[in-house]
């Protein structure tokens, strides 16, 4: 079957189509094997591509990577209730194995996809309408404090830009540049802010009245997630849980616990298997239903993967990448 392998670290280049042997044994206890139509693609597998993290994610080339999926389950293995055979499902598969044209996954991640939603769009919110969910969730946003989303115009923050509003705060979004801004206000946002002017954190603040962000969700890192820890109001809530800049930001808990600010990071942000695919079914049942709309920037065949990465490290596009098997 038709494959993409990263066969060593390093740059785009080194995904490669090949062709692998099919999972002849078929599904084991526990298992489905799933027919992929489209696969996720979130920043940190082009980080783990290129050889970062290896004290988070343990992967050594050669190997497939793509850590969600959509598609349609082929076969069930034991225990696993045949009632999902030939049903839409998408699945979180941890951090590789998507980008193929037969996965194995784990029946508890699963979840439906209704029919009014595309794989493409599920594959989309596969990861990042779960990720925003629990965000929303583990920092307590409540209706009608200000949340300040940095990082708004990516895959992510898109999503967390509509759920934020759906519930009920004042949206502060900082974007770069005046497509991603426009954007970034399009889906809802009550104020934008671009992060490419060098005073943009005072216009932030003007944003926020100048009390500050009831939460802060970082989803940028490094020197421009540590600037907006600045704007989290005291008693507030700043999440550090991106980190396409090289590292998360740099946040002193000293300097948090003197203004009892709560720290939370990429660790807050874990869940089980089950948990992940009740999630993904809440977020898909909204696309379905018109309240969330994933932002897709662009989409790529199995055999461009490595265009793919091009794409999202070049931070030119506008939402999300999707590859298409």
């Known amino acids: 079957m038709r494959a993409t392998q990263a066969i060593e670290f390093g740059g785009p280049e ?8 099919e999972p002849v044994a078929g599904p084991g206890p526990g298992q489905v094997l799933v027919a992929v139509a489209a696969v996720d693609t979130v920043f940190v597998e ?4 290129s050889g970062w993290g290896r004290e988070y994610f343990t992967v050594t080339p050669p190997y497939v990577p793509g850590a969600g999926i959509a598609g349609t389950v082929r076969a069930t293995g034991e225990g696993v209730d045949p009632a999902w055979n030939g049903r839409r499902i998408v699945a979180s598969l941890g951090i590789t194995g998507g980008y193929a044209e037969l996965a194995l996954a784990p029946a508890d991640a699963l979840a439906a996809v209704p029919d009014e939603v595309s ?3 599920a594959a989309a919110l596969v990861h ?29 923050g898109t999503v967390l830009v509509q759920l934020a509003k759906a519930a009920g705060v004042r949206v502060v979004g900082v974007a770069r540049g005046d497509r991603k801004t426009a954007l970034v206000r399009e889906l809802g946002a009550d104020a934008v802010v671009d992060a490419a002017r060098p005073d943009w954190v005072e216009r932030a603040r003007e944003a926020l009245g100048g009390a500050g962000a009831d939460v802060v969700l970082d989803g940028v890192g490094g020197e421009v997630g540590l600037a907006a820890f600045a704007l989290v109001a005291t008693g507030g809530r700043f999440s550090a849980h991106g980190a ?8 002193d808990p000293a300097d948090a616990a003197a203004r009892d600010v709560r720290l939370l990071g990429i660790a807050d942000l874990q869940l089980s298997a089950p948990e992940h695919a009740e999630l993904a079914s809440h ?10 709309r994933p932002v897709i920037g662009a989409t790529f065949p199995l055999e461009r993967a490595a265009s ?5 490290e070049s931070r030119e596009l506008l939402g999300k990448v999707v590859i298409t098997v």
């Open 14 to 21: 080194v995904l490669v189509p090949v062709e692998v042997p």
């Open 46 to 49: 082009t980080q783990v591509r």
């Open 244 to 251: 396409p800049t090289g590292g998360f930001a740099p946040v």
């Open 128 to 156: 990042d309408g779960v990720t925003a969910a629990k965000l929303l969730d583990t920092t307590a946003v409540r209706p009608g404090e200000q949340v300040l989303i940095v990082g708004a115009s990516g895959g992510m």
């Open 308 to 312: 793919a990465h091009e794409a999202i």
């Open 283 to 292: 977020a898909l049942r909204a696309a379905a239903e018109g309240a969330l």
């Open 119 to 121: 794989f493409t769009d």
